[in-house]
């Protein structure tokens, strides 16, 4: 049990990847907070699966892209759980728009999430953190898309890519007080979110063929992962961005 | 995949350390018997192989030593078929075999930069593909780590690093191509690269409390490497907890790469 004893937030957790994230803590020992936007039962499953394993669990709604709301879900967690000493900026979000036809509002609402919503969360439990002399640790969840190319995601890919950035921007100021900052990417992995492409017989054969396994990832494999960089096994590990993806960028 | 504490253990696995006597090669050894698997350490020296060996086999595990040249392919190969035949099967590789020549470019030697590259890079390519060849027989996958550094993305001004940048650098692709090639045989290629890292080879330079004070000024951490943090990453490779992991290299370099 790696992350015995430890208080982990994990944003976006009431399904997909998420959830297999918040699965694998658990197995590893580790009390966890299931933040959700939108789906109350179905982060309540998971805070119950949870409990389960014989681990503390509890939900949190927030929106990531809301100070107010983030301040309120830290709190909140703190005071019921205790001090968080993982961080899982995991909530995101991804449409498909052509170039051309993006809004502003598209644009904004998904960067909003994706990017600002992980530096807000980052900021403020960073700045509790340090309040109360703790030690932290953040993860990030990017996407493969950081270094590969899918149609109509100009305003997905560079939140991800961004992600990267800040991942090592953060790291640069943080690691020296404290907290380790690192990004996870993942590939194509099984979920709702991946549903539709799941579907379709003229698409899924040839994103599978440029997977070096020939296969999408589950949900708990990029659990493990991450739980690898919240633990202490990862202790000089800081700044780095590694991607979960089966063999799938770069070639 | 597995339950959680069977994501850390290698039982029944057969692990290959190549350099295993040296300071990160013997540590990834003791690791990887610890976690469970019978451990074959290859090394250029017989009697250190052995004695590292044998030191693991005190600590109640299975552990074998075979020497070889690593300049050598047909040596490569045939001793990974020694170590294949002594424990039945091989599923793991952890390459810690590495030189270093520090030469100005503009003097740099042929054999000198011709050593570091077949060392470091041919030797790199002829391990795997030795190890390899077993991995696919037995058609149960297979996992392969290779231990690169922070130069493979990072120069290093003022220094001779032309041989070393470079030979590490094309380990990386070559990691990434090898891992394209294989995954059909589910043969996971990773690179973990550390950067500075404590060991005996370098004891004397780090008994210089002004050259240890100037290599920690620019790690974010604040310390240098230890090779136990080089062997946790190694474990996390080879485990399945990072199946769905490969072709992709991780830095431990307490944030070097991050912030340079």
């Known amino acids: 049990m790696r992350l015995k004893g430890k208080v982990a937030l994990i944003t976006g957790a009431s399904r997909g990847i998420g959830k297999g994230i918040a699965e694998v803590f658990a197995e590893e020992g580790a009390d966890v907070a299931v933040n959700y936007v939108a789906s109350a039962q179905a982060a309540e499953d998971v805070a119950a699966w949870i409990r389960c394993q014989g681990r503390r669990a509890m939900t949190v709604k927030a929106d990531v892209a809301h100070r107010a709301e983030v301040e309120a879900m830290m709190n909140q967690v703190w005071e019921e759980l205790g001090p968080i000493d993982v961080l899982v900026n995991n909530a995101g979000i991804e449409t498909i728009v052509p170039f051309l036809d993006l809004t502003d509002e598209q644009w904004t609402r998904l960067t909003d999430v994706n990017l600002r919503g992980e530096w807000l969360c980052s900021q403020v439990y960073c700045r509790r953190v340090i309040v109360e002399k703790r030690q932290g640790n953040i993860v990030m969840i990017g996407s493969v898309q950081a270094g590969k190319v ?33 990004c996870v990417h993942p590939g194509l992995i099984d979920t709702d979110m991946t549903a539709w492409v799941m579907k379709r017989p003229d698409i899924l054969p040839t994103v599978l063929a440029q997977i070096s396994l020939g296969r999408p990832g589950q949900p708990r494999e990029i659990g493990t992962v991450v739980a690898f960089f919240a633990s202490d096994d990862s202790s000089y590990l800081t700044g780095q961005s590694i991607h979960v993806d089966g063999g799938w960028v770069g070639k | ?71 050598s392919v047909p040596e490569t190969q045939r001793m990974a078929d020694e170590v294949a035949n002594h424990f039945g099967a091989l599923d793991i590789l952890v390459n810690c075999v590495g030189t270093h020549r520090e030469q100005k470019a503009e003097d740099f030697s042929e054999d000198q930069f011709d050593i570091v590259i077949d060392l470091n890079l041919k030797g790199a390519m002829f391990q795997a593909q030795a190890a390899a060849r077993h991995m696919i027989r037995q058609g149960r996958g297979g996992k392969q780590v290779h231990i690169g550094s922070v130069r493979m993305q990072l120069a290093l001004r003022g220094r001779g690093y032309a041989a070393y940048c470079a030979s590490k650098g094309g380990l990386g692709i070559l990691c990434k191509q090898l891992a394209a090639e294989w995954a059909p045989h589910r043969i996971n290629v990773n690179v973990v690269a550390p950067t500075f890292t404590r060991t005996n080879l370098v004891a004397n330079m780090l008994s210089d409390p002004s050259f240890y004070d100037s290599l920690v000024a620019r790690i974010p951490l604040g310390r240098i490497s230890e090779p136990e943090d080089v062997r946790n990453a190694v474990l996390f490779f080879v485990s399945p907890a990072s199946d769905f992991i490969t072709g992709q290299t991780l830095y431990v370099d307490g944030g070097v790469t991050a912030t340079q």
Do not use: W
């Not at chain 2, 994501?7 to 696995?13: A, I, P, S």
């Open chain 2, 1 to 71: 995949m597995g339950f959680p504490e069977d994501l850390v253990r290698l039982d029944g696995k057969v692990a290959l350390i190549t350099g295993g006597c040296g300071g990160i090669g013997a540590c990834v050894s003791r690791g990887l018997a610890a976690a469970g698997a019978k451990v074959a350490i290859a090394d250029c020296n017989r009697d250190q192989a052995c004695a590292t060996a044998a030191a693991i086999r005190e600590l109640g595990h299975e552990a074998y030593a075979a020497a070889f040249d690593a300049l």
């Open chain 1, 150 to 182: 899918l149609p109509g995601r100009t305003h997905y890919a560079p939140t991800k890519l961004g992600l990267e950035a800040l991942t090592r921007n953060m790291s640069a100021e943080m690691t020296p007080l404290g907290i380790r900052v690192n």
